[in-house]
């Protein structure tokens, strides 16, 4: 399915002639030694053609998420080429991150020097994604990364990164409110001891103790990340149920759907409501199946939304793939048409044009109004608060929204994201 | 308390009877035939998934069952199938070939799990009634856990009868005890062979299927265990299946009781407990004290076809022709590959520093990451923290390395073969684990944005900001770093080179060839080969620095038990023992991944395919190549017979 965008053969000629390289053009002395800003950057101007580099991990952990995300992006792609709405077109080549920060960075310098990408997307994994992060602004190429790490638009934001993907901290934000009112606020945390599970609980925390002053951390347990036994944890949550009103789980992908279908099968549900950050994601629901009945979720994204053009979006998604879309899907989708509108905004292709317009910008997409905010670049998205129940049919669960925050209340104050720009 | 206790005592075997299942095999595969199958973590991926083809016409009830009898006998038969037709070319070799093999079967079956079933996670169904829980001494308990320790300690006891009082178990048992010894007394034991692996392979989709039940299954399930199964292998003691039940339990139990009580140790208790054991027992808990032998010869590259002089030409045109690559920039091809030279000579020369030790000395580290790994971080942590001169950063990561492998080294060498390249193996996920949580290094994140001048106190220059113009070309950033790394790799190789040649070179090959020569000729071989691993792991940290120098960034992957068997596999690819043939396998090992992810996402197929593919025709590396093809250029026959586990071995310097 990604074959038919890497048939491209030309990457490969070596003898490839660079004709926008300046370098060529320079004449100098022999060995002078002079200053690097007479060196010309690839001269980008309002050419009609769109290069865009898609590194997603299409092998290893996270390929599954990977591919989906492909899908939206190419979907995306493909519609902008079809409408007559914009004067250019996008061009792509597809890289497999292998989900590793190196090999990342290695096929994004591939991409912008060998392919001539002004635009990145792609990956999922915090590490990943923040050294491609780094790459974008060095390299002065707009990226749009899959990763809601808090830091991508935080503390190692930059000028040219622009986050469609969900933040954990607006995550964090509905599932704070909706807990302390819902639930209480003596929570137990069990987290996966790496980046992620650390920022969820640092982020619900900060965010239950402002609400509530009675707010209590009854315990925390950690399982390293790719733990596949939590049976000591859940006895541990499950002697604690007596004090504590929930249990926040702060684990993603195969960590949490493994635990999930380990607590279901000690009843662990019925003793204290579980609580946690991405059960609503296809792959845990299908992992877990049916140890997520009953287990709350924040939701960054599901299908049946009626925002925006979300529904144009599902049908059009069911079209092409004969399935339906989930987060990863919708956010691939959406980062290449609110970079599109950007460059059509901007009336250049340049990136470096292009990034200053869509800073701010406002557009309809499909969680309605949205816009890159000025402060740190990240997409004003609402957020819900679900609850995963058993299905009519079949045996994967259905979530069922429960309450929803908006994209405005939901974002972090810019003066706290750690993010100057 | 006491509930509490009980729980985590069931929690403990539940997960230690898996182990159990999987351990055993690999145990006594290695015993009998000496083969380190890093495959065996993909046999147990494939149990489950041929396990969930057949659950799903069958339904979760009656198809559970059949599958638990069905799915380990196909996966038996392709064990079967692999011990003919890849692993017995290999036998009387080193098992560090093996390595290279089974490497390579790790990538071709796992492409294969995502060619025939989708990514990401599932859920096994299970019996009805096997999802009930129990109440055992006051606290709940899963009874498909219970179900699991019945029917894999019925399995583990099945097995041990099968060793103890059968006729097949005795000729299992004397094989893996002394091979040639079972040879003598007229049995063929080559035949027995294959029926051992495809046992081993079995066993591992028995413990798959279980633990598919118990957790999900995933493609990525096999990469996870395989790491502790081996340290159980090796604590329990090679090819003792006592051994592996003992550990295997041990390490289930031990791993639960700290998670709840010690939970910063949990990732790290077993590496400690092997460091620790092999320490005090190099033979493991219940190995035998003398192993019969090493396992074969090292196949080291040999003097090619070329007189001295041509290959010293030979050698200045190529690093002539290095040096020319950035030159072609804007004209014959796209900076990238500028970029990918780089990362190949960084490869490079980690690879030559770790042919240094294993291609010079016998010493297989499995764990050389570690210092790559410790060269990136000092590097960023240096540049962050304390001084932005590369010059500063780089010394300091050096430095750094070599003390950590003298570190190392003092405790692992006095154990050697496959024991060393476990313990090396432990270190190096002592530190991958460390580094995952530490502040300074944070976290699993990784350090970013470390930017570097070119000088010492504040005096220098920066990459980014100077050009050198040559003609028509400008050389800026990364053109220039290019140069940094040539001259690095340049550097190392003439260094150890030279070392080699000198009289310390010689004591090393000498231990290489027999040790226990060197020893009667008065020289302390302990010192030489701490010395060697120390230069050794100074060249990697070099190179690990040289990386993260360039791109900025250090993240724990660096140390990733999987980079330190890519530099492994691309020393074998290269030719080991000869420093250069290292630095063509990074080339080749790189230049194949680079062209074959552009034709097709299964890539990972095509390139364990090779990698196999040269191990069984191609076992002293492509620096063999034209040696191979004189022969068949001039007419003549084959030059070398087929190999056979009676053969001592065809290769080395002799």
């Not at chain 2, 894999?152 to 091979?179: C, H, N, P």
């Not at chain 2, 996920?429 to 580094?435: A, I, M, R, S, T």
């Not at chain 2, 140069?483 to 690095?488: F, G, K, T």
Request: aromatic share 10%.
């Amino acid at each position: 399915m990604i074959s038919d965008s890497e048939s491209h053969g030309s990457r490969r000629q070596f003898i490839k002639a660079i004709s926008a390289g300046g370098a060529v053009g320079l004449t100098g002395l022999a060995g002078c030694i002079g200053d690097a800003d007479d060196v010309n950057d690839n001269g980008s101007g309002g050419s009609d053609t769109v290069q865009y580099g898609v590194i997603e991990p299409l092998s290893g952990s996270f390929s599954d998420l990977g591919e989906e995300r492909l899908q939206g992006t190419e979907l995306a792609i493909q519609q902008i080429n079809e409408s007559d709405e914009y004067d250019f077109e996008i061009d792509y080549e597809t890289y497999d991150s292998q989900s590793n920060a190196s090999t990342a960075t290695q096929k994004a310098t591939e991409a912008v020097q060998s392919e001539g990408a002004q635009y990145l997307t792609g990956c999922i994994s915090s590490s990943v994604a923040i050294a491609v992060n780094d790459f974008a602004r060095d390299n002065q190429v707009v990226y749009t990364p899959g990763a809601a790490a808090v830091s991508v638009t935080g503390e190692n934001c930059n000028d040219y990164v622009f986050r469609f993907e969900t933040s954990t901290a607006q995550i964090a934000e509905v599932m704070a409110q909706w807990t302390a009112d819902e639930l209480g606020d003596q929570i137990f945390y069990h987290i996966a001891d790496y980046a992620y599970g650390d920022s969820v609980k640092a982020e619900v925390e900060s965010r239950l103790s402002s609400i509530s002053d009675s707010y209590d951390e009854v315990g925390t347990t950690k399982s390293e990340f790719g733990s596949t036994d939590f049976e000591t944890f859940i006895s541990q949550i499950s002697s604690a149920s007596d004090e504590a009103d929930a249990v926040v789980v702060g684990m993603t992908g195969a960590d949490l759907a493994i635990f999930l279908s380990q607590a279901a099968r000690r009843g662990l549900g019925e003793e204290i409501p579980i609580v946690t950050t991405t059960a609503s994601f296809q792959p845990v629901l299908q992992g877990a199946a049916e140890g997520a009945y009953g287990v709350y979720s924040g939701v960054r994204y599901v299908p049946s939304l009626e925002t925006g053009d979300n529904q144009t979006f599902v049908e059009a998604y069911q079209d092409e793939y004969d399935a339906m879309p989930d987060n990863f899907s919708r956010v691939g989708y959406e980062s290449i048409r609110m970079v599109a509108r950007g460059i059509k905004e901007a009336g250049t292709t340049d990136p470096t044009a292009v990034k200053d317009t869509l800073a701010g910008l406002e557009q309809e997409t499909i969680f309605g109004s949205n816009r890159f905010r000025e402060c740190d670049h990240q997409a004003t998205n609402p957020v819900w608060m679900g609850e995963c129940v058993e299905p009519d049919s079949g045996e994967v669960a259905d979530v069922e929204l429960l309450t929803e925050l908006g994209g405005e209340e939901a974002a972090p104050d810019c003066e706290t994201t750690g993010c100057e720009l | 308390m006491l509930g509490g206790l009980i729980q985590q005592l069931l929690d403990g075997l539940t997960i230690g009877v898996v182990y159990v299942l999987l351990a055993a095999g690999l145990s006594v595969i290695f015993g009998v035939m000496h083969v380190i199958n890093f495959a065996h973590g993909e046999l147990f991926a494939l149990g489950a998934y041929f396990a969930l083809a057949l659950i799903g016409p069958l339904g979760g009830g009656t198809g559970f069952f059949v599958a638990l009898l069905v799915a380990p006998l196909l996966v038996g038969v392709i064990g079967v199938l692999i011990e003919r037709f890849t692993v017995r070319p290999l036998y009387g070799r080193n098992p560090l070939y093996h390595i290279l093999l089974t490497f390579g079967l790790v990538l071709v079956i796992n492409d294969l799990i995502y060619v025939g079933w989708e990514p990401g996670s599932v859920s096994m169904p299970i019996p009805e009634f096997l999802r009930a829980t129990v109440d055992v001494l006051g606290a709940s308990y899963a009874l498909y856990n219970l179900f699991i320790i019945a029917f894999g300690g019925a399995m583990a006891f099945g097995v041990w009868a099968l060793l103890e009082y059968t006729k097949f178990g005795l000729i299992v048992r004397a094989g893996s005890q002394d091979r040639q010894m079972v040879r003598n007394l007229g049995i063929d034991i080559d035949r027995y062979y294959s029926l051992v692996f495809g046992m081993g392979a079995a066993l591992a989709a028995v413990a798959g299927i279980v633990l598919g039940g118990y957790q999900t299954v995933s493609p990525e399930m096999g990469t996870s265990i395989i790491i502790p199964a081996f340290v159980i292998v090796v604590l329990g003691g090679l090819g003792s299946f006592k051994g592996a039940v003992v550990a295997g339990l041990l390490v289930g139990i031990i791993q639960t009781v700290l998670r709840t009580h010690v939970p910063i140790l949990e990732g790290l208790v077993i590496f400690l407990l092997m460091i620790g054991i092999l320490l005090i027992r190099p033979q493991g808990l219940f190995g035998s004290e003398a192993h019969d032998d090493d396992g074969g010869e090292l196949l080291t590259g040999t003097g090619g076809v070329l007189d001295s002089q041509t290959r010293t030409r030979l050698a200045i045109a190529m690093v002539g022709l290095l040096a020319l690559v950035p030159l072609g920039v804007g004209t014959l091809y796209s900076p990238y590959v500028v970029s990918l030279v780089i990362e190949i000579l960084i490869w490079g020369l980690f690879a030559l520093s770790l042919d240094f030790v294993m291609g010079y000395t016998g010493l297989v580290s499995l764990g050389h990451a570690l210092f790559y790994g410790t060269g990136a971080y000092a590097v960023a942590i240096v540049l962050l923290n304390v001084s932005q001169s590369a010059f500063v950063a780089i010394a300091l990561a050096v430095l750094v390395s070599a003390g950590i492998a003298w570190f190392v080294g003092f405790l692992s060498i006095r154990v050697s073969g496959v024991y060393f390249a476990m313990i090396t193996l432990g270190f190096a996920e002592l530190f991958y684990n460390v580094v995952s949580r530490l502040e300074i290094t944070n976290g699993s994140d990784g350090l970013f944005g470390a930017s570097a001048y070119y000088g010492v106190a504040g005096v220098g220059v920066d990459l980014d900001s100077i050009a050198i113009f040559l003609g028509s070309v400008a050389l800026t950033g990364q053109m220039l770093f290019y140069y940094v790394a040539l001259a690095a790799l340049l550097g190392a190789f003439l260094l150890t080179r030279r070392m080699l040649q000198s009289p310390f070179g010689s004591v090393l090959k000498s231990i290489r060839e027999n040790e226990q020569r060197a020893t009667f000729l008065g020289y302390e071989t302990t010192v030489y080969k701490r010395r060697a691993f120390v230069v050794s792991g100074a060249l990697a940290g070099l190179a690990g620095g040289l990386f993260t120098l360039n791109t900025g960034y250090a993240t724990p992957s660096f140390a990733h038990w999987l980079h330190s068997g890519e530099v492994i596999v691309m020393v074998i690819l290269g030719g080991m023992g000869t420093l250069y043939g290292p630095i063509l396998g990074s080339f080749v090992f790189f230049g194949l991944e680079d062209v074959l992810t552009d034709f097709t996402a299964r890539w990972r197929l095509v390139l364990g395919t090779v990698f196999v593919l040269f191990v069984i025709f191609l076992p002293q590396g492509l620096v063999s190549l034209p040696s191979q093809l004189v022969p068949y250029l001039s007419g003549g026959s084959s030059p070398e017979t087929e190999p056979t586990p009676e053969d001592p071995g065809f290769g080395g310097d002799g």
